[in-house]
């Protein structure tokens, strides 16, 4: 199921405070640089129309987080959500989300990382394109802080199975830990719209929390 197209951005919203492209920013990443503190830092990956992204901001105000989306329309309206929130505690990213983990983000500064409804890459000379691969994942358990995690959605069981089986061969993230569909109070009470998409058409969602060992 493909995404839907995005509404018209309203012109008069100024984007900049709120969309960075991830060339423009130093190496390594400086969180209080773009956010203007030190404080818990999520990151989700692939932010699609930026659901999570701003309810997770508004509903948090003591964490920082940070959208990731390589096409450069979505991450537009993502920013223009933010925009019209006036969040102050969130940003989204135009780029690659695997290139920003591998070279960005230093060891252990991430609290949770948030991977909804990745694409898939049907066909299988594709699916080595898929985020949820050896690299990105080392990635993701390096720059976790410990005791943080790993959120992991689709909608595709042989992606689900998949990626659990390389988080297993190839991390030492503690899962996977079952996450429970819960009711949704309003039309809008879902992680993502393609969540909600899924739902109403009474479609399977497969769930996994992971978790990065404490510190000794």
């Known amino acids: 199921m493909g995404r839907r197209a995005l509404r018209r951005i309203d012109p008069a919203i100024d984007l900049s405070p709120y969309l960075v492209r991830v060339e423009e920013l130093p190496q390594p990443f400086e969180q209080a640089a773009l956010l203007g503190r030190a404080a818990p830092l999520e990151i ?58 591998h070279s960005w983000l230093c060891d252990g500064s991430v609290q949770a990382v948030h991977v909804y409804f990745p694409d898939p890459w049907w066909k299988a000379r594709h699916k080595k394109r898929r985020v949820m691969c050896e690299p990105f994942l080392r990635d993701v358990e390096r720059t976790l802080v410990p005791g943080g995690t790993l959120h992991f959605w689709t909608d595709v069981e042989e992606y689900y199975l998949t990626s659990l089986e390389v988080i297993a061969a190839h991390t030492r993230l503690i899962g996977p830990q079952p996450v429970a569909e ?26 996994a929390e992971f978790r990065k060992a404490p510190a000794p």
């Open 44 to 101: 989700e990956v692939g932010s699609g129309k930026g659901l999570f992204l701003s309810a997770a901001a508004a509903g948090d105000a003591d964490r920082d987080f940070l959208g990731i989306e390589i096409l450069a329309k979505y991450a537009r309206y993502v920013a223009s959500r933010l925009a019209q929130r006036k969040a102050a505690n969130a940003k989204c990213i135009h780029g690659d989300a695997q290139h920003f983990f």
């Open 182 to 207: 819960t009711p949704a109070d309003h039309d809008l009470d879902y992680r993502t719209h393609f969540e909600r998409r899924m739902r109403l058409a009474a479609e399977n969602v497969y769930r």
